[in-house]
Nanobody, 125 residues
Framework: PAAGVGGGLVQPGGSLRLSCAAS????????RSWFRQAPGKEREFVAG????????YYADSVKGRFTISRDSAKNTAYLEMNSLNPEDTAVYYC????????????????????WGKGTQVTVSS
């Protein structure tokens, strides 16, 4: 199972770091992706990292502002979010897929095997 934490309220231009810890057998073999869903909008892909940490992927809307990483020793993935703006306001979900490597796997929400419960990120002055 995956659990995402670290959301909150931040002013425009601010930063937050989300964490996605996982437990269970073979947890180190799971890729991680972050998705988000804003009120009245469809869920969208934000960022993904392959199971071995060698490949990372980002939505165009967050490139250059967000960074995804993972700490294998802690079985945790992180999403560092900088230069936040009100359009980033959403519930953020982490998800995991065993042996996920490629971009098409990172963005495929239906293919994810585990989901975190979601954490609210609100960007407002």
């Amino acid at each position: 199972p995956a659990a995402g934490v670290g959301g909150g309220l931040v002013q425009p231009g601010g930063s937050l770091r989300l964490s996605c810890a996982a437990s269970g057998p073979d947890v180190s073999f799971y890729s991680r992706s972050w998705f988000r869903q804003a009120p009245g909008k469809e869920r969208e892909f934000v960022a993904g990292i392959s199971w071995n940490g060698q490949d990372v992927y980002y939505a165009d809307s967050v490139k250059g502002r967000f960074t995804i990483s993972r700490d294998s020793a802690k079985n945790t993935a992180y999403l560092e979010m900088n230069s936040l703006n009100p359009e980033d306001t959403a519930v953020y979900y982490c998800a995991a897929k065993k042996y996920g490597v490629y971009y098409y796997e990172a963005v495929d929400a239906d293919g994810m095997q585990y989901w975190g419960k979601g954490t609210q990120v609100t960007v407002s002055s």
